[in-house]
């Protein structure tokens, strides 16, 4: 996963911070969900597949200048505990 490379090859874990990341100087694993950014302020979830950017439905290319990959999970809430915290 390219978090993990990040994380480990990049910056120490303490200190890690996402940041955007130049098409030119890495790519994400295909088929990997990231955050894209065409330059012009346009900020999608997106992912590439067979050298092309797709938007998170598949449904539309895009362009891709900058990505970042997504954040971690903090993990799935049951129904009661999400109205517990948040309410009904």
Known sequence: MCLNYLKNK???ASIYKPQWINIKQALP??????L??????CIRV?????GLWLD???EENIKCEY??????????L???????QYGR
């Open 10 to 12: 990049i910056l120490p």
């Open 29 to 34: 694993e295909e088929e990997e969900y990231v």
């Open 36 to 41: 894209t950014c065409s330059g012009y302020n």
């Open 46 to 50: 997106g992912f590439l597949k067979n």
């Open 56 to 58: 998170f439905s598949e």
């Open 67 to 76: 990505w970042m990959p997504l954040p971690e999970s903090p993990g799935v």
């Open 78 to 84: 049951k129904d009661d505990e999400f109205y517990e």
